[in-house]
């Protein structure tokens, strides 16, 4: 099938929801659905995912890799699984969702240690950076800036998206921010050191 191909339809966002590209390996087209892509060979049938997949795996071991040397020894920092994850402390006053002096130059340190990386995924990797504001259990008044944790949550995980492209020149369509409240803890219980270890953003580098 021709990488020319016009698209079907075009969904209601404007976006089509089948449209081929050209792909940069020979014989090989990316197809569009919404925002996402599939790959076909020149016969038309589809490429697996899977190699696609173990290039980003690849990409995120060396970004955490690299990021894990630069924050090596620094409290409030740590890797979860396949998560950078910054303690609030880390980056905000208690219950602000600006970042702090201290939470600029951390991210800065996130945004520089990507965008070294990122020159050398190739473009058929629609990868992206999730940015993902967690809070402890302890309920807010109401009464402040932020109604509840959802919206703190929210607020702090946009903060740091609107830095990386406001202030350090991100290109913001590799970047999500996410507020998930006090609904996915990493640690059970109500003592201060899990709820400490609650008030969190996570960074994940994944697939869109």
Not at 58 to 66: A, H, L, M, N
Not at 86 to 100: D, I, N, R, Y
């Amino acid at each position: 099938m021709s990488s020319s191909c016009a698209p079907k339809s075009i969904g209601p966002d404007g976006v089509p929801s089948l449209v081929y590209y050209p792909d940069d390996r020979p014989g090989i087209s990316r197809r569009r659905h919404g925002r996402g892509f599939t790959y076909r060979g020149s016969d038309g049938t589809t490429i697996a995912r899977g190699a696609e997949r173990k290039r980003l795996e690849r990409y995120q071991s060396e970004f955490f890799g690299q990021l894990r040397d630069v924050f090596a020894g620094q409290q409030g920092v740590q890797i979860v699984g396949d998560r950078f994850v910054f303690s609030s402390e880390v980056l905000f006053a208690p219950g602000q969702a600006l970042l702090s002096v201290a939470g600029q130059d951390q991210i800065a340190s996130v945004a520089a240690t990507l965008r070294s990386l990122a020159d050398e995924i190739p473009d058929t990797i629609d990868w992206v950076l999730r940015v993902d504001g967690h809070t402890d259990d302890v309920p807010l008044s109401g009464q402040g800036q932020f109604r509840d944790n959802w919206e703190l949550s929210q607020a702090r995980a946009l903060s740091v998206v609107r830095y990386m492209t406001d202030f350090l020149g991100f290109p913001p369509q590799r970047l999500s921010a996410n507020g998930f409240a006090e609904y996915q803890p990493i640690m059970s219980g109500t003592s201060p050191e899990a709820r400490a270890a609650n008030r969190r953003i996570e960074l994940k580098f994944t697939e869109r």
